[in-house]
């Protein structure tokens, strides 16, 4: 087992309106408020007006920003930052899901440190404060709300990028299951994907962590049990709960103390291809990880095949990669990007992107041949 | 799944050499140090000397209290508060196994409140404040170092109990598995049962939770595992990490999220045996849960049957119990209370203890004709 420190300073609120809380907590820092959030999909829901009759009961100053899109952009982060900065706010909330809560990272440390947001995500300065952060998340999938890490993308470089820092974490989240009722059906199963990804990105990285393989392990159990269940089932608050629970332990920290590092190759991937065709991140990790597991099938073959043990039964490195293809279809996700339309005529485009950023995994390298062939597996 | 709040604020630091850091973590409360340790164990193995070297390297006031029993006293935590206040110390450095930082957990809040620490301990006054306790752990098995847990023993009133306070964390907890080296074989074992025994009482709580069952099934695995491998090589270096690391996880939350409770029944009962007999508190503990699952088995059939389709692939509550009694014995652990020679001549004795304090579970309730029946199971 390698070092590790355990340690996550998120509050973390699970269950039937903890929004009521809302008021009373923003109120530890401050009344003035930066609200933001996505294209108001939470003003059709009602949980806007939850917020709001919250945020009314203490008498905040609401600043609003709002259209961050599904691939955040770093040109929001940007406005938003200089909203926050013009109206010294004290406390950020982030009404969404991981691209709105992503971008409310990144607006805080930009705020306090007022610096360039790029600069922040390329780590090119180090920030050295942040604004406090409060998650009410409506999406389960990218475990965010109890994490450090911010996604986003950059049309000027043409990158999509992640950043981690302990500064990151949000001071307290929000879940409440029925705020995810209205999730459609695709979105709910590529927060499922994107939960069992993240699971995957630990199981592959570096070190020997048995416990935490083991939670691993019971957290994809967990999303192809509930996940499957959920989806015919959209209202089913216990399904909602499982899932969403399941997705936050997925990446708040426990799937990966013991090891050096997760790998993460499969998410640059993802990330390269979400940025080229405005593609669902869950849905080019239901595409990407199959490919990557051929890929790296004859290198890491015992690790492949413990895996497919723990979650089918199965004995051999193949038989693991057909059943989560497998399992990614039942629950009507793409596994190749014919599948999402993205025919042959792209291939040249897409191998570009994957050489000019050079995706890579943390642990399992890519060489150049590996960029090409990753491609060629996912077509 | 019931409502929750997931919130862990202590910062744990684990593996080889993490006491190196110890003396610059100390310096962010401040320089007067009361340092707590029970009969001097941690003189022999070298732990001390380790420790005071970081103390000195920041030129700390060290005000030493040591001498704290296996089964710690009320008492010893009276003198070590008084020590503390005329001292005004800044923070408590509790270097031991349980019962060390769980009496050093209500010193702190004696010292800071000024108040009777059997007074805590019965809920009779609400601590306010509490003094920062960092903890250096020398022996797997509470969990004490990342929960609000501690337990005490008073003989003026014949009890041991428990006390609960989200002031009690630890502020950062040191775990180096070499720590642990010097445990002998018996304790060793004791604490792979109390870990084991912790993931049970969540496990047969109230509220259906089903990502924190996978967990608490998953910890057990480990235990299971990996300590009967550790007794035979007791200087493992990753069997002592990954005992180590499954007994934090067994009791910081993670099993119970999503439950209204944990039973602790079984707890109460081991706590009546160690205080009547001084047994170690794992001792009791596999001399109880089976006893406390004979009670239950006609009661929660499915429940105690889930559990052994589980951890053993059986398909009965009979089958759970009997494999269940086989590992503690393979282990070398006493189930039965003749095992550790209290006889019959002991159970008037022990009845009434059991009577007096009229011990119970939070979820699985006794009733007098339970705690008598108790009693002779485990004969």
Chains 1, 2 share one sequence.
């Not at 048995?210 to 015919?232: N, Q, T």
């Amino acid at each position: 087992m390698e070092n590790f420190t355990a340690f996550n300073p998120t509050k973390l609120h699970f269950g039937r309106e903890v929004i009521d809380q809302l008021g009373e907590v923003t109120l530890e820092f401050g009344k003035r408020v930066l609200l933001l959030y996505g294209k108001g999909s939470i003003k059709k829901s009602g949980i806007y007006d939850k917020v709001i009759k919250q945020l009314n009961s203490i008498d905040a100053d609401i600043i609003e920003y709002s259209g961050i899109k599904s691939n955040p952009l770093v040109t929001d982060v940007s406005e938003a930052a200089q909203i926050g900065k013009l109206n010294n706010i004290d406390v950020i909330i982030a009404v969404g899901g991981g691209s709105v809560i992503d971008s409310a990272k990144i607006t805080a440390l930009a705020i306090a440190n007022n610096i360039d947001p790029w600069a922040i995500m390329k780590y090119k300065v180090k920030p050295k404060s942040t604004i406090p952060l409060i998650a009410v998340l409506t999406l389960a999938a990218t475990g965010t709300e109890m994490n450090g890490a911010a996604v986003l993308q950059n049309p000027e470089t043409d990158e999509k990028i992640g950043y981690v820092s302990s500064l990151n974490y949000p001071k307290h989240s929000f879940l409440d299951p029925e705020f995810t009722f209205s999730v459609p059906k695709d979105y709910t199963a590529y927060g499922v994907v994107d939960l069992i990804a993240h699971a995957l990105e630990a199981y592959f990285g570096e070190g020997k962590a048995s416990l935490s393989d083991r939670f691993v392990e019971v957290i994809i159990k967990e999303a192809m049990e509930f996940g499957p269940m959920l989806l015919k089932d959209l209202k089913n608050y216990e399904y909602r709960a499982n899932i969403m629970w399941a997705a936050t332990t997925a990446l708040n920290g426990m799937t990966n103390y013991g090891r050096k590092n997760g790998d993460w190759g499969v998410h640059d991937i993802g990330h390269n291809i979400s940025y080229l065709y405005d593609t669902a991140h869950g849905a080019t990790l239901s595409i990407a990880y199959p490919a990557w597991l051929k890929l790296q099938k004859d290198r890491i073959p015992e690790r492949i095949t413990k895996l497919g043990n723990q979650l089918f039964g199965t004995n051999s490195a193949e038989e693991t990669i057909l059943n989560l293809e497998k399992f990614f279809k039942s629950i009507n996700c793409p596994v190749r990007l014919s599948d999402i339309n993205i025919g042959n005529d792209k291939k040249a485009e897409i191998i570009n992107q994957m050489l000019k950023n050079k995706i890579n995994g943390m642990v399992h390298q890519f060489s150049d041949e590996d960029r090409k062939a990753i491609v060629d597996l996912m077509m």
